[in-house]
């Protein structure tokens, strides 16, 4: 059965193999697998990355510094550049200019055992149609010099149900969870996930972030890229928000963008309507609207900024404008 299988498509015949759920480029690089910014306290380090496609800049000196057992979220809108800096630290795309250091080698020579320490969920995949979910998964598990087992795996994602099914039969939503499978069952040390949840349901999220605490919690530093504000708020220990292949700003998601210090909206309701105070104390607020409201406020709502608000003010309107119609290029 295996000798029918689609295997990781990079650098077979090592056995030990990439966590690939796709591909991009077809070389394989060198086997000397030297860094040219690497620094070991740093599961990546980036300066200035530059990638163009036809001569418009993707990335456009992108630097990145992510320490081991970290979570690290790119945010950006459609565009941004967070794939195209992503495959490139996979290894996936090349790179016009810029140093790069992921695990301690540049991407572009790492070897077979520098692919096996890493797992990949790309942006998008489509293939092993014809194979049931647990071939699929027993498959990459071979690839993988300390691979996990692929039955426990299958029912970490929530898949156990349909281990039986064809890749092809599975929705949008469990195909994703095949995806976030194939791209654990190395172990990996560093985990790419390229908007990981798409297609989930409320719940498979939520099991999903579970699952995310649960690789951290064993030391797996994880780069995510996400359109859900919510879901980077949950897992990242940091953010950095891109907007036309440059970094915008990076910080923790409490205090991106200064939207701690923000001041906070206090809301409630008296017989004149809807009334809001915007105050730096809002405890003292509401002490004195209770002592007034003989204790119970009516609709009583405090709220700072939301990490969405910071990210819309940050990104502005040069949203759209990072949507073009290139034609396609590795
Ligand atoms: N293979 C390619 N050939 C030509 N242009 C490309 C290619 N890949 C990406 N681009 C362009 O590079 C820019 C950045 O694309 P990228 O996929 O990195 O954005 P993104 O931030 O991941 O967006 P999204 O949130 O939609 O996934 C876009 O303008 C895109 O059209
Ligand atoms: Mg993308």
Not at 60 to 87: M, R, W, Y
Not at 91 to 104: I, M, N, P, Q
């Amino acid at each position: 059965m295996a000798a029918a299988l689609p295997g990781p498509r990079r650098c077979q015949g090592s056995g030990a193999g990439a966590g690939v759920v796709g591909e991009r480029e077809s070389a394989c690089g060198s086997l000397d697998g030297m860094t040219s910014a690497g620094d070991p306290d740093l599961a990546i380090s980036v300066r200035g990355l530059r990638k163009s496609y036809q001569g418009k800049p993707a990335v456009d000196g992108i630097d990145l510094q992510v320490s081991h057992g970290e979570v690290f979220s790119l945010l950006g809108p459609n565009g941004a550049g967070k794939t195209t800096t992503v495959e490139i630290l996979e290894g996936f795309r090349r790179r016009d200019g810029g140093e790069v250091s992921v695990l301690g080698a540049d991407p572009r020579h790492a070897d077979s055992e520098w692919r096996a320490r890493i797992g990949i969920v790309l942006q998008s995949t489509g293939e092993f149609e014809e194979l049931s979910v647990a071939e699929v998964v027993r498959h990459f598990a071979t690839y993988y010099p300390r691979a996990d087992d692929p039955d426990a795996v299958v029912e970490r994602v929530g898949l156990s149900e349909k281990r039986g099914a064809r890749a092809k039969t599975l929705s949008g939503g469990q195909r994703r969870r095949l995806d976030v499978a194939l791209s654990i069952i190395g172990r990996p040390e560093l985990l790419f996930l390229d908007e990981p949840t798409t297609g989930f349901d409320p719940q498979a999220r939520r099991d999903f972030w579970d699952l995310v605490s649960g690789l951290t919690a064993g030391g797996t530093t994880i780069l995510l890229t996400t359109h859900y504000l919510h879901e980077a708020e949950a897992l990242a220990d940091r953010v950095a928000v891109i907007n036309h292949g440059r970094i915008i700003d990076v910080g923790a998601p409490a205090t991106l963008g200064g939207r701690d210090k923000e001041p906070a909206a206090v809301r409630w309701h008296c017989d004149d309507g809807p009334q809001e105070i915007r105050a730096d104390n809002p405890t003292q607020v509401v002490t004195e609207l209770a002592a007034r409201h003989d204790g119970d406020i009516p609709g009583l709502t405090v709220t700072r900024p939301t990490l969405e608000d910071v990210y819309l003010a940050m990104i502005g309107d040069g949203a759209a404008a990072g949507v073009t119609g290139d034609e396609e290029e590795a």
